[in-house]
C-alpha cells in the first residue's frame, strides 16, 4: 500500500472525539489488525494503524509514530494519557455555498455548531449556531462563530484545527483564537480544557 494522504482527522469511535494528523494510507488492514505498525520501505515504523473505513475499497489510517512517541511514557505508567486538549465545540467544515447561504465574506475556517456548556468555548464566550438551514441538501446549524485562525495560524478546517490543537497545546494553556461573528473578525482567549 501507499500513503495516499496525510493531517487528516478521524473520529474515534468510543467518544467521538477528533483524532488528529492520522496518515491515510492505501495498505490492507482489516479489523484485526488494528494496532500493529505501518512501516515505510527502509522498515521503520511510520505510524500505528487504527481504523479501515468500510466500504471503501481498503482505505486505512494509522496514528503517526510521533504522536505515539509523545503519548507513550504516559500510557505505560498510568495505563491512560490525558494530555488531550479540548475546546469544548462541534462545527462544519467552511464552504463557498455555506459562506454564500449565511451571507459572509469567508469561505474557510469551522463554523462552530454547538458549543458544550461549561466547556472551554463555552467559558470564554465563543458561540455556536442558532437555527438550522439547508444548505446543498444537508441542514446546518448555522449562526456560530467561525473559527480561521489560533495563535495566528491559519485554521481552514478540522483537520488543521484538530492538528494545531493536539500537536502545539496542552490542557490548561490559554490560546488565541481568530473567529468571524456577524461579518466582524475578533480575537477570543480560550483555556483549554481536558478531553473528558
Do not use: C
Amino acid at each position: 500500500g501507499v500513503v495516499s494522504a496525510l493531517g487528516r482527522t478521524i473520529t474515534e469511535e468510543t467518544g467521538g472525539y477528533p483524532i488528529a494528523n492520522v496518515i491515510q494510507t492505501t495498505a490492507p488492514l482489516n479489523p484485526g489488525n488494528s494496532g500493529g505498525p505501518l512501516l515505510n520501505l527502509q522498515g521503520q515504523v511510520v505510524g500505528i494503524t487504527t481504523a479501515i473505513v468500510s466500504n471503501s475499497q481498503g482505505l486505512g489510517f494509522a496514528i503517526p509514530s510521533n504522536t505515539i512517541l509523545r503519548e507513550i511514557s504516559s500510557l505505560v505508567t498510568t495505563g491512560s494519557y490525558n494530555r488531550h486538549p479540548w475546546l469544548g465545540a462541534t462545527g462544519v467544515d467552511m464552504t463557498y455555498e455555506i459562506a454564500k447561504a449565511i451571507g459572509v465574506n469567508v469561505t474557510y475556517g469551522w463554523l462552530i455548531t454547538q458549543v458544550t456548556s461549561g466547556g472551554p468555548a463555552a467559558n470564554a464566550g465563543l458561540r455556536g449556531g442558532t437555527k438550522q438551514v439547508l444548505i446543498a441538501g444537508e441542514y446546518i446549524t448555522v449562526g456560530g462563530d467561525i473559527i480561521i485562525a489560533i495563535n495566528g495560524t491559519r485554521i481552514t478546517n478540522i483537520d488543521a484545527l484538530s492538528t494545531y490543537l493536539e500537536e502545539n497545546t496542552l490542557p490548561g494553556q490559554i490560546i488565541e483564537i481568530t473567529i468571524v461573528r456577524e461579518n466582524q473578525i475578533m480575537n477570543v482567549a480560550v483555556t483549554l480544557g481536558t478531553r473528558p
